[in-house]
């Protein structure tokens, strides 16, 4: 019984290190990375430079997503 309990623990850590992972990934890289990448390049005739913590980063990667998501569904139910 001691063996069970201790791999449930084991288990339910493992998963919340891994959700932590997949959440963490998809926070800064596609979402924040994104939106540095759009705010860097069209603010690249201004000496504005964009924070990478930024709420305009992470708006514009939003948004972003959001575009590509709706041309998706919207190519995809007109197809």
Do not use: N, Q
């Amino acid at each position: 019984m001691p063996l069970g309990v201790s791999a449930e623990g084991l288990v339910g850590l493992i998963s919340r290190i891994l959700a932590y992972l997949l959440v963490d990934i998809c926070t800064e890289i596609l979402i924040k990375g994104t939106g540095y990448l759009i705010v860097g390049t069209l603010s690249s005739r201004t000496s504005y430079e964009p924070d990478p913590e930024g709420y305009v980063v992470v708006i514009t990667g939003f948004a972003f997503w959001f575009l590509i998501g709706y041309a998706a569904f919207y190519l995809w139910k007109t197809h």
